[in-house]
């Protein structure tokens, strides 16, 4: 694979992808410069970028953890980075009605410290960095562990509800990361990409601590990238939901936009307004969300990558009518111009002989959430040339 380098916004033309037939098609040029929106540059060794995320959600009653908060808890969050380098942390608490303190907080066992000091408030509703952790600098690639304590009484946490990974409260398992939302590093030279993404994004259909998700895997197939997971399941483009969060036009400005180093923003959404209720029958509706999408990405100098649909035919709520309805939306992302670029997944994942359903070779089982082999087929689907 030859280098990545940081050269400008792909070109205009069709690219063929040799991952189960997948083609991404370049759309319109982007003529954004380099590092707008970001710290330094994107993919420049030096400067700040989100090496791992997790986009959160409000708990709801059944989230015992989360909705009761913790007093004098500690929070251990095992993460699996994508670009290397330096480490400074990133904690939100998108949800919040009061402030939380923070602290004492160690990464890779080092102490982490927040202008100097081992503990610091995170405000209702706002971010909080750390500052560079002292003498840690974390390989490409590597995991790194996190140790929060939370003095409390906290309130409701801000959390994610299922990273598809362990990490543990007070010493219980749990797949759920409560507070922390990034871990920057200083080390890329490649891509520097957030996939906004629903449960396929997540890593529905992988194993628990296995790092299959797609996102994963494209990371490792760029080297020194890195890449910002923000898959929430059941997350829809135009409705919010209590359980899955904000849709994905109310969530862009929270969880993309301040990403530092940030230059490509690639939208998985749209399979969740057509399966869950209330259906949307409507595709000039979905493609109007995705219009307001990048019409946001390109006044921040990103570059927006768009997908199409996966089949889901064998899911409960399958009907054929939705999936016409779905073959409308892609026809119109493939050929309409509306991305700066299109990842293919629906072709990655479709069964050649019935192309309103998965490769039965990548299901998960439930004929929507494709499995680890799927996973990799969408990773194949998306061309780095289009990430630059």
Not at 32 to 56: H, L, M, Y
């Amino acid at each position: 694979m030859p280098a990545v380098t940081g050269r400008g916004p792909a070109r205009r033309g069709v690219l063929t992808v040799a991952a189960a037939g997948a083609a991404v098609v370049a759309a319109a040029p982007a003529a954004r410069a380099a590092g707008a929106g970001g710290s330094g540059g994107p993919g420049r060794p030096g400067s700040w970028t989100t090496s791992w995320a997790t986009a959160q959600t409000a708990p709801t009653a059944t989230d015992t953890v989360a909705s009761a908060g913790l007093t004098d808890g500690v929070c251990t969050a095992t993460v699996r980075l994508s670009a290397g380098g330096r480490v400074r942390l990133r904690y939100g608490h998108a949800f919040g009605t009061v402030p939380v303190l923070i602290g004492p907080v160690t990464a890779g066992g080092r102490p982490v410290t927040f202008d100097g000091r081992r503990q610091a408030w995170l405000a209702a509703g706002a971010s909080l960095t750390s500052d560079p952790v002292d003498g840690l600098r974390a390989p490409e690639g590597s995991a790194l562990t996190v140790e929060t304590r939370l003095p409390g009484p906290t309130g409701p946490l801000s959390f994610h509800r299922n990273t598809h990974a362990s990490h543990s409260v007070d010493g219980a398992r749990t797949t759920s990361v409560f507070l922390l939302t990034g871990v920057e590093v200083d080390g890329a030279h490649g891509p520097v990409l957030a996939v906004l993404g629903d449960s396929i994004t997540e890593g529905v259909g992988t194993p628990d601590d296995a790092d299959l998700r797609w996102p994963d895997q494209l990371a490792r197939r760029l080297p020194g990238s890195a890449v910002a997971n923000l898959g929430v399941s059941g997350n829809r483009l135009l409705l919010d939901d209590a359980r899955f969060g904000p849709g994905g036009q109310a969530r862009f400005d929270r969880d993309v936009l301040p990403l530092p180093g940030l230059r490509t923003v690639l939208v998985q959404l749209g399979v969740n307004d057509l399966q869950q209720p209330p259906s949307q029958t409507d595709a000039s509706l979905v493609l109007a969300g995705y219009r307001q999408l990048v019409l946001r990405a390109r006044n921040a100098g990103l570059r927006i990558v768009g997908s199409t649909i996966t089949p889901f035919e064998g899911w409960t709520r399958w009907t054929p009518e939705l999936d016409e309805v779905r073959q409308r939306i892609n026809r119109a992302v493939r050929t309409g111009r509306l991305f700066d670029a299109v990842a293919d997944l629906d072709a990655a994942l479709r069964d050649p002989a019935r192309p309103s359903r998965m490769r039965p070779a990548f299901d998960s089982g439930d004929g929507l959430h494709p499995d680890s082999s799927g996973h990799a087929a969408l990773a194949g689907a998306v061309d780095r040339r289009h990430l630059l």
